[in-house]
């Protein structure tokens, strides 16, 4: 499955955007996706995630300000990010794969794609 991450954009604290990872490849439905981001200096970060069943998972610090959904239909996965904070400045990349690697517990991505940088300014 080939992934590309769009949506970016800079926005001031309290804002909000909204990602988009559109996927290639017909397996796209039975794949769980994560949305990842990676600020300066720090190591990429697991952010949300939901299984092809839709189930999600929110990192402590997005949750109940990020919603993650996916259209299987449309092959495309989001990210809603609402109420941002300058601490969430960070470039955003989104990856699918089995539940446990997209989580980390196994496994690891073969590649990423070129991710959306998301700013925002206090």
């Known amino acids: 499955v080939q992934l590309q991450a769009s949506g970016g954009g800079l926005v001031q604290a309290g804002g909000s955007l909204r990602l988009s990872c559109a996927a290639s490849?017909?397996?796209?439905?039975?794949?769980?996706v994560g949305w990842y981001r990676q600020a300066p200096g720090k190591q990429r970060e697991l952010v949300a995630a939901?299984?092809?069943?839709?189930?999600?998972y929110y990192d402590p610090s997005v949750k109940g300000r990020f919603t993650i959904s996916r259209d299987n239909a449309k092959n495309t996965a989001y990210l809603q990010m609402n109420s941002l904070a300058p601490e969430d400045t960070a470039v955003y990349y989104c990856?699918?794969?089995?539940?446990?690697?997209?989580?980390?517990?196994?496994?690891?991505?073969?590649?990423w794609g070129q991710g959306t940088q998301v700013t925002v300014s206090s």
């Open positions: 990856n699918a794969g089995h539940w446990s690697t997209v989580l980390g517990e196994s496994g690891h991505f073969d590649s």
């Open positions: 939901i299984s092809g069943g839709g189930t999600a």
């Open positions: 490849g017909s397996t796209f439905s039975i794949n769980a």
